[in-house]
């Protein structure tokens, strides 16, 4: 069993931390036998993998929790606390549940003499590889702090730029979710009411009006149906998309979307140029850290064309000919890099790079609203247009003659 104890030593400093123990009295003894006065000792509450699972899934951590988290651990160990009481102190005002349980295993392992990258690298779905592989760096170069502060300002960009992205899609994809929700309702509430009407008067109408009489009539008695159809293509979309295959297929679409593809690309350079620069700096070797940045880019076509900058390098060559011969990433990216390789100043060029196409995404960002908004307002008015045309052309047919 875990016990968590508080106990004051000699000279009155009073200290914290967890030990195991079969029972209470033993760990009580435990701090006895090593000179300490027992304060309190109380039984670690033991979480079960279903129970550790289940929070995952509801909380999980986001890029802002853990940009709160490593801010917090780089001013602690710049204050000279340990590594553990660090860890503790963070832990203690964590209110993600799952995240104060992945601090304690990681607490747990540490004490154990498991070094803090390995304790890190046990929780994949937390830390990346790029998080393991700076906090390792630290640790062998005897400045953990550094490697944290560089990975809390790191994941605060990430979060940034992911910030960006939402709000860019939020508007379009709410007018688009309203607008389907809307259509609808009106094929199967709606319209059967007002066609009802030419039924009832048996008038000749358009063909086009006869064809929304079909619809209306179909969707009114088969409504559950189109609307389980419905939710089964979207979810069936989703789960596809978050297949191995389906995210290629979902990253190579985004690419080509106008306007929204530009965004994607310039996000993804800005991640690639941000990330590299920070491994770099934190004496990471430049072959496993395009590995790394690599993972962390989040998009396959991004993926394979920077593992093969690392194959060329690794075989002698130069990252910037690969960027060069590709497609996604601009001819000034690969010829600023190429110009930061051959002045021995390839982070500081990356970070540059990484500048400005964060001001990029900025400005489509800040634009987007503006050129998107047009669009969907003329195709929300060519729906209610030939709807309207369709309905009330007969219904003043219907006049004229009466």
Known sequence: MKFQFQAK??????????????????????????????????????????????????????????????????????AKVSIV??????????????FKIVI?????????????SEAMAKHPDVFENLAVSMVKAGELSGNVQR??????????????????????????????????IIGFIVFTVVLPKLTGIFKDMSVTVPWYTTVLMVIGDFMAQWWWLVGGMMIFVIG????????????????????????????????????????????????????????IVSEVVNNSSFQGVILRAADEVKSGGAMSTVFARSELFPPIVSQMIKIGENAGKISEVLMHTSNFYNKETDRITANLSTMLEPILITFLGLGVGVLVFAILMPIYNMAGQM
Not at 104 to 116: C, N, R, Y
């Open 104 to 116: 304690s295993e990681m607490l747990s392992d540490i004490e154990d003499g498991v070094p803090f």
């Open 147 to 180: 490697s944290v502060m560089f990975l809390a300002e790191n994941t605060e960009k990430n979060y940034e730029l992911n910030a960006k992205i939402r709000g860019a899609l939020f508007y379009p994809a709410f007018v688009l979710s309203a607008a389907t």
């Open 236 to 291: 069936g979309a989703v789960y596809y998309a978050k297949t191995e295959d389906g995210k290629k297929e979902m990253d190579v679409l985004k690419m080509k979307i106008p306007v929204i593809g530009k965004l994607f690309q310039y996000v993804y350079i800005s991640r690639f140029s941000e990330n590299l620069a920070v491994l770099l700096d934190g004496g990471i070797p430049i072959v496993r850290a395009l590995v």
């Open 85 to 98: 009481g660090s860890l503790q102190a963070v832990s203690e005002q964590m209110e993600n549940a799952f």
């Open 9 to 78: 030593k000699s000279n009155g400093e009073v200290i914290s931390g967890r030990l195991d123990a079969n029972n209470s009295e033993s760990a009580v003894a435990m701090l006895q036998e090593k000179g300490y006065i027992p304060i309190k000792v109380q039984k670690e509450e033991e979480i079960s993998e279903t129970m550790k699972d289940l929070q995952h899934l509801w909380e999980g951590v986001n890029l802002k929790e853990l940009s709160v988290f490593f801010r917090q651990l780089a001013t602690l160990i710049d």
